[in-house]
């Protein structure tokens, strides 16, 4: 009997795998593209960055009622839908003419994303019931997704030479299109349960976070003191207190808050959101280095990630080795260790270095990247109960595209005002108006003009001053996701202190399980 469900075992694991690194590739796929949409769409900087946070932003938003409506409606079921509508949204954002429209499709993108993941690692779960092929198939399913997150730039660069920026959204319909055709052959379909939608929580969270992205994004363009600005800022602290408040008191909430209650889950979710933090915001804005500034062809940009690409898949089997040997402690600290050391080194170099000279950066990046997905995904599973593992699975990847969220707002917030202040600096040297730094500032960073359409018609002393005014911006905001990456790895080091051996197993007692609701 087990050996004739072996075959649909790995196919239903190949099915998820595919489905996943889909979704985690289109995170990054569009940022190689992203100079070319802006030529072509004619938008700056903070129209680049809605193009990548408007999926994000609806698949972090979206993931936990994700995991909601899998328990309640079927997780095969939405998992379909949600691999239906990504499909969807993904022939829509190649079809479309404006900013605009691309985004609101990669909007649909993210709400499909939202629906597909919660329910790919709990119907894992219920299709390995031995723990040891369990733990390896995680493991499988992890780097799989953490390798969408790096090739990402890989093939898209030749796609985008090719075939122009649509191929990028064009080859996940085919792939969405099979995966629809093994998922109704080879997924089992799991029973619904009895479910409240916490409608509330997610309005609350939803509107909060987009609050809070919009302030980040527009800030730079806006001002700082701008009314819009700081609305949005009160807007957030108020939305998402009152989420908080509101999931403290219910019985079945959509975001379970007593896992950040304990120490090994709360070191284990901090490590996934913040490296996401720094290695999103690093992943969007080197594209635009090195084919804004240097002039790389996306063929070129893309092939430079190949180091990367290359130690993640050493380090993605690595880590579950270690894990399963020592404990998440080592793999993740040092994992977050090298990605703080990876993102300061990147920082040293301007735009005259060679591609040989900071190659070490990309490939200590990769390492880092590929040995904390996989202890994350399985100490997080192992440590709450069985009716708690997909919303565990939810909150692990809502805070890992949480991070990616806030990493490309804040870190371009960061590069976006230094580039404002180095070009009136830059400016006032060449001897010309204030003003004119002002609304060069603006087509770069805002949503006309911009990165990609303004190289061609500076003047060259011009075109230098803004070129090193972009890399001054950038060097800050990776020298500051490396000071981040630093300290979390400490405080992830002292929160997972007490797993420093053996493997991240606790005794069924002390597995985090939700509360029960009162009868009646």
Known sequence: MERSSTPRKRLALAT????????????????????RIGQDLHTGISGLQWVAEGYSLVYAALLLTGGALGDRYGRTRVFRLGLALFTLGSAAAALAGTPGLLIAARMLQGVGAALLTPGSLAILRHVFTDERERARAIGLWSGVSALGLSIGPVIGGPMVDAFGWASVFWINVPVGVLGLVLAARTLPDLAPRARRIDLTGLALSATGLGALVYGL???????????????????AAVLLTAFVLLELRLAEPMLELRLFRDRVLCGALLSGFMVSFGMFGAMFFLPLMLQGVLGWAPTDAGAAGLPMTAAIVFAAPLSGRLTTRYGPRLPVVLGIALCAAGLGGLSLYGDQARYPEYLWTLCTMGLGMGLTFTPVSISVLQWVSADLTGMAAATVNTLRELGGVLGIAVLGALLANR??????????????????AGRTADAFVGHSGGAGTAAGALPGPVQAAVDHAFVDGLHLALRCGSAALAVTAVLVALLLGRLSGGTARPPAEARVAPVKQPAG
């Open 16 to 35: 998820l795998c595919v489905t996943m690194f889909m979704a985690m590739l289109d995170n990054v796929i569009v940022n190689i593209a992203l100079p």
């Open 217 to 235: 994004i527009e800030g730079p363009a806006r001002g700082w003191t701008d009314s819009v600005i700081l609305a949005c800022a009160a807007a």
């Open 419 to 436: 580039l404002t202040g180095s070009l009136t600096t830059a400016f006032d040297r060449l001897g010309l108006p204030a003003e004119a």
